[in-house]
């Protein structure tokens, strides 16, 4: 029989600090040491995925990468990869408030700095860190470099040559942003060696770490970029439906939220590879994964492209169990389910329409 547990919710954005946003320094740690004498056993967190349109975790550029916002600044200090003068002048007045227009103004830059101080020490491992993420990470990288280099651009708005993956434009823009692209990935190699550090603190004090796993992703993002054959998407690579709630308590136009819907004949003819690759990528950042919006793994709510709220969806049969089972053969992954939302019939085959196949 499993003991009863508690824990507390906070996100790694909520934690106090003086650097505009909560790091995973100092104040992380003073948190864990509050959770163990309390008698707590976890910390929940939200995704610590980078943030995307409207600064949110759930419409990342990225299901694999960590949120360079939260690399601790005073750890960097000490490195010797910024000064005690850009660090003084990285802290922010109100230390209460996220201010997100601000970091993307600033934060990016100061560690740019840290990338020109640490590039000659971090090649050696920076070079051994893209061979371990390969499956993901020189895309990531070579995503965020071309949103630069377009201006910042949604995908959908890159020239075509490179938004359909021409091979010749990726082997020119591979080679004219390299630099740009290792700038990305000595981010996430921080990044990475900071949260295992924590983590490690945590397990250490006996508090266990409850991750998030977004169900969608944005489709301003690396996977749809790279991976499009995942998704429901018109020749163009934009959805042609998207993801959403219908009308309820909440809301009477329902909630559009744009992601991309899945589709879920390819993973089942793929046994779900690429949901047990993400799945084995959270067992290594967290004790137990809660899955966001579970309940589409029943049923999901298929809004068609352009409607201008949900009102105009219809529900669509998810994958079901054979999800379910595909994950739970993921060494070392622990579950647990967000309990939201209201059953209805599952879809027969008939209600499906050319819009939002499932």
Request: proline share 8%; hydrophobic share 40%; charged share 20%.
């Amino acid at each position: 029989m499993q003991a009863r547990a508690s824990g507390i919710l906070l996100p790694v954005f909520s934690l106090p600090g003086p650097y505009g946003i909560g790091t995973l320094g100092a104040p992380a740690r003073s948190f864990i040491d509050f959770l163990a004498q309390a008698g707590q056993k976890f910390w929940q967190i939200l995704p610590l995925v980078p943030p995307g349109g409207g600064d949110s975790p759930y419409m990342s550029p990225s299901s694999f990468a960590g949120n360079p916002f939260f690399l601790d600044l005073e750890e960097l200090t000490r490195e010797g990869l910024l000064t005690q003068e850009e660090l003084d002048a990285a802290r922010r007045a109100d230390p209460d408030r996220v201010d997100y227009a601000w970091l993307h103004q600033t934060r990016i830059p100061l560690l740019r700095r840290a990338w020109e101080r640490g590039r000659v020490c971090y090649a050696q491992p920076l070079a051994e860190f893209m061979v371990e993420e390969a499956d993901w990470l020189p895309d990531y990288a070579l995503f965020l470099a071309l949103r630069e280099r377009f201006g910042g651009k949604e995908l959908k708005d890159w020239p075509d040559e490179i938004r359909l993956r021409h091979p010749s434009a990726l082997a020119r823009y591979r080679a004219e942003l390299a630099d740009e692209c290792a700038f990305h990935a000595f981010l996430q190699l921080l990044f990475f060696r900071q949260w295992t550090a924590v983590k490690a603190y945590a397990n250490g004090k006996g508090i266990s770490i409850i991750g998030d796993l977004p169900i969608y992703v944005s489709p301003d993002s690396a996977e749809v970029w790279s991976r499009p054959e995942l998704f429901q998407l018109k020749e163009d690579m934009t959805p042609s439906g998207v993801a959403g709630v219908p009308p309820d308590a909440f809301s009477d136009k329902g909630q559009h939220w744009g992601n991309p819907l899945y589709d879920w004949d390819y993973h089942r003819q793929t046994g779900f590879a690429w949901w047990r690759h993400r799945a084995a990528h959270l067992a290594r950042l967290y004790d137990v994964v809660r899955i966001d919006h579970f309940r589409a793994f029943h049923t999901y709510w298929c809004i068609p492209d352009g409607a201008a709220d949900a009102r105009g969806g219809h529900w669509e049969p998810g994958p079901g169990m054979e999800l379910v089972e595909a994950l739970r053969s993921v060494p070392g992954l622990a579950l647990i389910a967000e309990d939201l939302g209201i059953w209805t019939p599952t879809p027969s085959a008939s209600s499906q329409t050319a819009a939002c196949p499932a």
